[in-house]
Protein backbone atom coordinates (compact mmCIF):
# COMPACT_ATOMS: atom_id res chain seq x y z
CA UNK A 1 0.00 0.00 0.00
CA UNK A 2 1.05 3.59 -0.78
CA UNK A 3 1.97 6.00 1.76
CA UNK A 4 -0.59 8.12 0.69
CA UNK A 5 -3.57 5.58 0.34
CA UNK A 6 -2.48 5.02 3.98
CA UNK A 7 -2.99 8.56 5.18
CA UNK A 8 -6.19 8.68 3.48
CA UNK A 9 -7.40 5.35 5.29
CA UNK A 10 -6.56 6.74 8.35
CA UNK A 11 -7.48 10.44 8.21
CA UNK A 12 -11.41 8.33 6.64
CA UNK A 13 -11.46 6.10 9.67
CA UNK A 14 -10.42 8.79 12.66
CA UNK A 15 -13.17 11.02 10.90
CA UNK A 16 -15.45 7.92 10.84
CA UNK A 17 -14.89 7.68 14.37
CA UNK A 18 -15.33 11.52 15.42
CA UNK A 19 -18.81 11.78 13.76
CA UNK A 20 -20.33 8.54 15.40
CA UNK A 21 -19.02 9.51 18.31
CA UNK A 22 -20.24 13.37 18.15
CA UNK A 23 -23.49 11.54 16.79
CA UNK A 24 -23.73 9.41 19.65
CA UNK A 25 -22.85 12.07 22.34
CA UNK A 26 -25.63 14.28 21.15
CA UNK A 27 -28.40 11.26 21.26
CA UNK A 28 -26.84 9.61 24.93
CA UNK A 29 -26.83 13.59 26.41
CA UNK A 30 -30.45 13.79 25.46
CA UNK A 31 -29.63 16.91 23.24
CA UNK A 32 -32.11 16.26 20.43
CA UNK A 33 -35.21 17.03 20.75
CA UNK A 34 -37.66 14.78 19.65
CA UNK A 35 -40.37 16.99 20.58
CA UNK A 36 -43.44 17.37 17.55
CA UNK A 37 -43.47 21.14 18.32
CA UNK A 38 -39.58 21.43 17.12
CA UNK A 39 -39.05 21.16 13.25
CA UNK A 40 -36.50 18.65 12.18
CA UNK A 41 -33.45 20.74 11.71
CA UNK A 42 -32.74 21.43 8.12
CA UNK A 43 -30.00 18.80 7.99
CA UNK A 44 -32.49 16.27 9.21
CA UNK A 45 -34.96 17.30 7.12
CA UNK A 46 -33.28 17.02 3.75
CA UNK A 47 -31.55 13.93 5.30
CA UNK A 48 -35.02 12.43 5.60
CA UNK A 49 -36.38 13.73 1.81
CA UNK A 50 -33.20 12.17 0.25
CA UNK A 51 -33.57 8.99 2.01
CA UNK A 52 -37.09 8.51 1.11
CA UNK A 53 -36.78 9.33 -2.56
CA UNK A 54 -33.85 7.03 -2.97
CA UNK A 55 -35.49 4.09 -0.82
CA UNK A 56 -38.18 4.50 -2.49
CA UNK A 57 -36.84 4.27 -6.59
CA UNK A 58 -34.78 2.03 -5.81
CA UNK A 59 -37.95 -0.24 -4.72
CA UNK A 60 -39.91 0.69 -7.64
CA UNK A 61 -37.76 0.43 -10.67
CA UNK A 62 -39.29 -2.81 -11.98
CA UNK A 63 -42.99 -1.80 -11.09
CA UNK A 64 -45.40 -1.69 -13.67
CA UNK A 65 -48.78 0.32 -13.32
CA UNK A 66 -51.90 -1.51 -14.29
CA UNK A 67 -54.30 1.10 -16.92
CA UNK A 68 -55.64 3.51 -14.76
CA UNK A 69 -58.24 5.78 -16.84
CA UNK A 70 -61.15 3.40 -15.78
CA UNK A 71 -63.67 6.06 -13.98
CA UNK A 72 -65.00 3.07 -11.49
CA UNK A 73 -61.56 2.63 -10.70
CA UNK A 74 -61.22 6.52 -9.44
CA UNK A 75 -64.58 6.67 -8.12
CA UNK A 76 -63.25 3.55 -5.31
CA UNK A 77 -60.17 5.12 -5.57
CA UNK A 78 -61.74 8.19 -3.86
CA UNK A 79 -64.19 6.27 -1.36
CA UNK A 80 -60.80 4.83 -0.15
CA UNK A 81 -59.01 8.26 -0.03
CA UNK A 82 -61.86 9.54 1.51
CA UNK A 83 -62.15 6.91 4.16
CA UNK A 84 -58.35 6.76 4.89
CA UNK A 85 -56.40 9.68 3.77
CA UNK A 86 -57.93 13.18 3.97
CA UNK A 87 -58.31 13.01 7.51
CA UNK A 88 -54.04 13.37 7.57
CA UNK A 89 -53.61 15.03 4.10
CA UNK A 90 -56.65 16.90 3.29
CA UNK A 91 -57.85 17.42 0.00
CA UNK A 92 -59.07 20.64 -2.12
CA UNK A 93 -61.24 22.75 0.73
CA UNK A 94 -60.62 20.41 3.05
CA UNK A 95 -58.56 20.64 5.92
CA UNK A 96 -56.74 17.54 7.66
CA UNK A 97 -57.75 16.46 11.42
CA UNK A 98 -56.75 18.54 14.38
CA UNK A 99 -54.78 15.30 15.01
CA UNK A 100 -53.06 15.56 11.51
CA UNK A 101 -51.80 19.23 12.39
CA UNK A 102 -50.08 18.20 15.11
CA UNK A 103 -47.89 15.09 12.87
CA UNK A 104 -43.73 15.87 12.35
CA UNK A 105 -42.95 15.52 9.70
CA UNK A 106 -46.12 17.51 8.86
CA UNK A 107 -48.49 15.35 5.90
CA UNK A 108 -48.15 16.86 2.95
CA UNK A 109 -50.95 18.02 0.35
CA UNK A 110 -51.66 15.29 -1.69
CA UNK A 111 -52.05 17.49 -4.91
CA UNK A 112 -48.52 18.44 -5.29
CA UNK A 113 -47.69 14.72 -4.32
CA UNK A 114 -49.72 13.09 -7.13
CA UNK A 115 -47.71 15.82 -9.72
CA UNK A 116 -44.16 14.51 -8.03
CA UNK A 117 -44.07 11.09 -7.73
CA UNK A 118 -45.10 8.39 -10.31
CA UNK A 119 -47.97 5.70 -10.21
CA UNK A 120 -45.92 2.97 -9.03
CA UNK A 121 -43.79 5.21 -6.56
CA UNK A 122 -47.19 6.46 -5.37
CA UNK A 123 -48.59 2.56 -5.11
CA UNK A 124 -45.27 1.79 -3.36
CA UNK A 125 -45.46 4.76 -0.94
CA UNK A 126 -49.00 3.91 0.31
CA UNK A 127 -48.72 0.05 0.52
CA UNK A 128 -45.91 0.11 2.37
CA UNK A 129 -45.69 3.43 4.47
CA UNK A 130 -42.72 5.72 5.31
CA UNK A 131 -40.68 4.46 8.66
CA UNK A 132 -39.90 7.88 11.46
CA UNK A 133 -43.06 9.57 9.61
CA UNK A 134 -46.83 9.08 10.24
CA UNK A 135 -47.66 7.43 7.10
CA UNK A 136 -49.39 4.31 7.81
CA UNK A 137 -48.61 1.22 5.49
CA UNK A 138 -52.30 0.05 3.87
CA UNK A 139 -51.03 -3.25 2.41
CA UNK A 140 -52.81 -5.04 5.20
CA UNK A 141 -55.93 -2.87 5.75
CA UNK A 142 -56.26 -2.67 1.70
CA UNK A 143 -56.11 -4.75 -1.29
CA UNK A 144 -53.76 -4.24 -4.36
CA UNK A 145 -56.38 -3.44 -6.65
CA UNK A 146 -57.77 -0.96 -4.03
CA UNK A 147 -54.31 1.03 -3.74
CA UNK A 148 -54.08 1.01 -7.38
CA UNK A 149 -57.55 3.02 -7.12
CA UNK A 150 -56.56 5.14 -4.84
CA UNK A 151 -53.55 5.95 -7.28
CA UNK A 152 -55.72 6.42 -10.15
CA UNK A 153 -57.93 9.08 -8.32
CA UNK A 154 -54.93 10.52 -6.88
CA UNK A 155 -53.86 11.61 -10.91
CA UNK A 156 -57.21 13.40 -11.21
CA UNK A 157 -56.41 15.04 -7.96
CA UNK A 158 -54.53 17.88 -9.06
CA UNK A 159 -57.02 18.86 -11.65
CA UNK A 160 -59.76 19.59 -8.93
CA UNK A 161 -61.44 22.62 -7.45
CA UNK A 162 -62.55 22.39 -3.73
CA UNK A 163 -66.05 22.64 -5.85
CA UNK A 164 -65.22 19.37 -8.22
CA UNK A 165 -64.54 17.69 -4.22
CA UNK A 166 -67.09 18.99 -3.13
CA UNK A 167 -69.39 17.30 -5.81
CA UNK A 168 -67.08 13.97 -5.68
CA UNK A 169 -68.17 13.66 -1.88
CA UNK A 170 -71.96 14.38 -2.37
CA UNK A 171 -72.13 11.95 -5.17
CA UNK A 172 -70.35 9.35 -4.07
CA UNK A 173 -71.90 7.66 -1.00
CA UNK A 174 -69.15 6.52 1.45
CA UNK A 175 -68.43 2.58 1.73
CA UNK A 176 -70.46 0.55 3.23
CA UNK A 177 -68.50 -0.64 6.78
CA UNK A 178 -66.56 -4.02 6.26
CA UNK A 179 -63.88 -5.88 8.14
CA UNK A 180 -60.50 -5.92 6.43
CA UNK A 181 -59.99 -8.59 4.14
CA UNK A 182 -56.67 -7.20 2.45
CA UNK A 183 -53.52 -8.44 1.15
CA UNK A 184 -55.14 -10.99 -0.87
CA UNK A 185 -58.30 -10.16 -2.99
CA UNK A 186 -61.50 -11.29 -1.06
CA UNK A 187 -62.04 -13.36 -4.09
CA UNK A 188 -58.87 -16.05 -3.59
CA UNK A 189 -59.02 -18.58 -1.27
CA UNK A 190 -56.86 -18.50 1.63
CA UNK A 191 -53.76 -20.23 1.38
CA UNK A 192 -52.08 -22.51 4.37
CA UNK A 193 -49.90 -20.71 6.76
CA UNK A 194 -47.04 -19.24 5.67
CA UNK A 195 -44.41 -18.97 8.99
CA UNK A 196 -42.65 -16.11 7.21
CA UNK A 197 -45.20 -13.79 6.27
CA UNK A 198 -46.67 -14.28 9.32
CA UNK A 199 -43.96 -12.57 11.56
CA UNK A 200 -43.85 -9.29 9.04
CA UNK A 201 -48.05 -8.96 9.35
CA UNK A 202 -47.54 -9.40 13.06
CA UNK A 203 -45.93 -6.34 13.24
CA UNK A 204 -48.68 -4.80 11.60
CA UNK A 205 -51.23 -5.57 14.19
CA UNK A 206 -49.77 -4.10 17.33
CA UNK A 207 -49.00 -7.16 18.72
CA UNK A 208 -45.59 -6.47 19.96
CA UNK A 209 -46.88 -3.55 22.05
CA UNK A 210 -48.73 -5.81 24.08
CA UNK A 211 -46.84 -9.05 24.09
CA UNK A 212 -43.20 -9.98 24.45
CA UNK A 213 -42.27 -11.58 20.96
CA UNK A 214 -39.42 -13.62 20.14
CA UNK A 215 -37.16 -12.10 17.03
CA UNK A 216 -39.77 -9.18 17.27
CA UNK A 217 -38.42 -5.47 18.18
CA UNK A 218 -40.97 -3.15 19.48
CA UNK A 219 -42.75 -0.81 22.62
CA UNK A 220 -42.04 -2.61 25.99
CA UNK A 221 -45.25 -1.87 27.66
CA UNK A 222 -46.47 -5.24 27.75
CA UNK A 223 -49.97 -6.12 28.94
CA UNK A 224 -50.57 -9.34 27.78
CA UNK A 225 -48.60 -12.56 28.25
CA UNK A 226 -45.30 -13.05 26.81
CA UNK A 227 -45.13 -15.76 23.64
CA UNK A 228 -41.89 -17.06 23.82
CA UNK A 229 -42.49 -21.07 24.07
CA UNK A 230 -46.78 -20.33 23.12
CA UNK A 231 -45.92 -23.87 20.39
CA UNK A 232 -45.95 -25.70 23.62
CA UNK A 233 -48.72 -24.32 25.50
CA UNK A 234 -51.89 -27.01 26.35
CA UNK A 235 -54.34 -23.80 25.85
CA UNK A 236 -54.80 -20.61 24.65
CA UNK A 237 -55.89 -17.72 26.86
CA UNK A 238 -56.44 -20.71 29.42
CA UNK A 239 -59.62 -21.95 27.87
CA UNK A 240 -58.64 -23.41 24.27
CA UNK A 241 -56.91 -26.28 23.36
CA UNK A 242 -53.89 -25.18 21.08
CA UNK A 243 -54.73 -26.02 17.69
CA UNK A 244 -53.64 -24.31 14.75
CA UNK A 245 -57.65 -23.62 14.03
CA UNK A 246 -58.16 -22.38 17.21
CA UNK A 247 -55.07 -20.18 17.04
CA UNK A 248 -56.94 -18.52 14.09
CA UNK A 249 -59.91 -18.11 15.63
CA UNK A 250 -58.75 -16.74 18.99
CA UNK A 251 -56.63 -13.74 16.65
CA UNK A 252 -59.69 -12.94 14.41
CA UNK A 253 -61.71 -12.87 17.42
CA UNK A 254 -60.61 -13.32 21.38
CA UNK A 255 -63.97 -12.02 22.89
CA UNK A 256 -65.69 -14.83 21.43
CA UNK A 257 -63.69 -17.36 23.33
CA UNK A 258 -63.40 -15.36 26.35
CA UNK A 259 -65.73 -12.43 26.19
CA UNK A 260 -63.57 -11.01 29.71
CA UNK A 261 -60.29 -11.12 27.78
CA UNK A 262 -58.39 -7.82 27.62
CA UNK A 263 -57.02 -8.63 23.56
CA UNK A 264 -58.95 -6.36 21.36
CA UNK A 265 -60.29 -7.82 17.97
CA UNK A 266 -57.56 -6.19 15.64
CA UNK A 267 -59.66 -6.85 12.18
CA UNK A 268 -57.12 -9.32 10.89
CA UNK A 269 -58.38 -11.36 7.83
CA UNK A 270 -58.51 -14.95 7.27
CA UNK A 271 -55.10 -14.78 5.65
CA UNK A 272 -52.86 -12.96 8.05
CA UNK A 273 -54.20 -15.38 11.09
CA UNK A 274 -53.36 -18.24 9.42
CA UNK A 275 -49.72 -16.75 8.75
CA UNK A 276 -49.40 -15.31 11.82
CA UNK A 277 -50.80 -18.89 13.43
CA UNK A 278 -47.93 -20.60 11.26
CA UNK A 279 -45.11 -18.06 13.07
CA UNK A 280 -46.71 -18.35 16.72
CA UNK A 281 -46.07 -22.18 15.87
CA UNK A 282 -42.51 -22.16 15.40
CA UNK A 283 -42.28 -20.46 18.90
CA UNK A 284 -41.04 -23.28 21.37
CA UNK A 285 -39.92 -23.23 24.68
CA UNK A 286 -36.06 -22.91 25.13
CA UNK A 287 -35.88 -20.91 21.75
C1 LIG B 1 -51.91 9.26 10.11
C2 LIG B 1 -51.71 10.20 9.07
C3 LIG B 1 -51.63 9.74 7.65
C4 LIG B 1 -52.56 9.01 6.95
C5 LIG B 1 -53.88 8.44 7.46
C6 LIG B 1 -52.06 8.92 5.60
N1 LIG B 1 -50.86 9.57 5.49
FE1 LIG B 1 -49.71 9.72 3.81
N2 LIG B 1 -48.23 10.65 4.89
C7 LIG B 1 -48.34 11.00 6.21
C8 LIG B 1 -47.09 11.61 6.62
C9 LIG B 1 -46.77 12.16 7.99
C10 LIG B 1 -46.24 11.58 5.51
C11 LIG B 1 -44.77 12.03 5.45
C12 LIG B 1 -44.65 13.47 5.28
C13 LIG B 1 -44.88 13.84 3.87
O1 LIG B 1 -43.94 13.71 3.08
O2 LIG B 1 -46.00 14.19 3.54
C14 LIG B 1 -47.01 11.00 4.42
C15 LIG B 1 -46.54 10.84 3.12
C16 LIG B 1 -47.32 10.42 2.05
C17 LIG B 1 -46.89 10.46 0.67
C18 LIG B 1 -45.55 10.98 0.17
C19 LIG B 1 -45.70 12.47 0.08
C20 LIG B 1 -44.45 13.18 -0.37
O3 LIG B 1 -44.45 13.69 -1.46
O4 LIG B 1 -43.50 13.22 0.40
C21 LIG B 1 -47.94 9.99 -0.08
C22 LIG B 1 -48.00 9.84 -1.59
C23 LIG B 1 -49.01 9.66 0.85
N3 LIG B 1 -48.60 9.93 2.13
C24 LIG B 1 -50.24 9.16 0.48
C25 LIG B 1 -51.23 8.76 1.37
C26 LIG B 1 -52.46 8.11 0.97
C27 LIG B 1 -52.90 7.86 -0.46
C28 LIG B 1 -53.14 7.83 2.11
C29 LIG B 1 -54.44 7.07 2.26
C30 LIG B 1 -54.46 5.73 1.74
C31 LIG B 1 -52.34 8.34 3.24
N4 LIG B 1 -51.20 8.90 2.74
C32 LIG B 1 -52.71 8.28 4.56
C33 LIG B 1 -49.42 10.80 7.04
C34 LIG B 1 -50.56 10.08 6.72
C1 LIG C 1 -53.97 -4.33 23.47
C2 LIG C 1 -53.13 -5.41 23.83
C3 LIG C 1 -53.03 -6.65 22.93
C4 LIG C 1 -52.77 -6.69 21.58
C5 LIG C 1 -52.59 -5.54 20.61
C6 LIG C 1 -52.64 -8.10 21.26
N1 LIG C 1 -52.85 -8.86 22.37
FE1 LIG C 1 -52.72 -10.90 22.48
N2 LIG C 1 -53.32 -10.85 24.40
C7 LIG C 1 -53.53 -9.70 25.15
C8 LIG C 1 -53.96 -10.07 26.48
C9 LIG C 1 -54.29 -9.11 27.61
C10 LIG C 1 -53.99 -11.50 26.51
C11 LIG C 1 -54.42 -12.40 27.66
C12 LIG C 1 -55.88 -12.64 27.36
C13 LIG C 1 -56.60 -13.62 28.21
O1 LIG C 1 -55.95 -14.50 28.79
O2 LIG C 1 -57.83 -13.50 28.22
C14 LIG C 1 -53.58 -11.94 25.19
C15 LIG C 1 -53.45 -13.27 24.82
C16 LIG C 1 -52.89 -13.71 23.64
C17 LIG C 1 -52.57 -15.09 23.32
C18 LIG C 1 -52.80 -16.27 24.23
C19 LIG C 1 -51.58 -16.36 25.13
C20 LIG C 1 -51.61 -17.48 26.11
O3 LIG C 1 -50.64 -17.55 26.89
O4 LIG C 1 -52.53 -18.27 26.11
C21 LIG C 1 -52.01 -15.11 22.08
C22 LIG C 1 -51.49 -16.31 21.32
C23 LIG C 1 -51.99 -13.74 21.61
N3 LIG C 1 -52.51 -12.93 22.57
C24 LIG C 1 -51.47 -13.34 20.39
C25 LIG C 1 -51.58 -12.05 19.88
C26 LIG C 1 -51.23 -11.67 18.53
C27 LIG C 1 -50.63 -12.59 17.48
C28 LIG C 1 -51.51 -10.35 18.41
C29 LIG C 1 -51.45 -9.51 17.15
C30 LIG C 1 -52.29 -9.99 16.07
C31 LIG C 1 -52.00 -9.88 19.70
N4 LIG C 1 -52.02 -10.95 20.57
C32 LIG C 1 -52.34 -8.57 19.98
C33 LIG C 1 -53.37 -8.41 24.73
C34 LIG C 1 -53.10 -8.02 23.43
Known sequence: MTTWKRIAGITLAISAATAALLGGAVVYTGLYDVSATSQHTAFVYHLLETSLRRSVKLRTSGTEAPALED???????????????????????????????????????????????????????????????????????????????????????????????????????????????????ASQEPRLGDAVAGQKALQQYLCATCHVIPGIVGAN??????????????????????????????????????????????????QDARDIAAFLHTLRDGE
Open 71 to 185: PARMVNGFRHFRAHCVQCHGAPGVAPQPFALGLTPAPASLVEAARQWSAAETYWIIRNGIKMSGMPAWQYRMSDQEIWDVVAFMKILPALSPADYKSWDSRHAPMPAQKAEASTD
Open 221 to 270: RHVGPPLAGIADRQYIAGVLPNTPTNMVRWLRDPAKVDPLSAMPDLGLSE
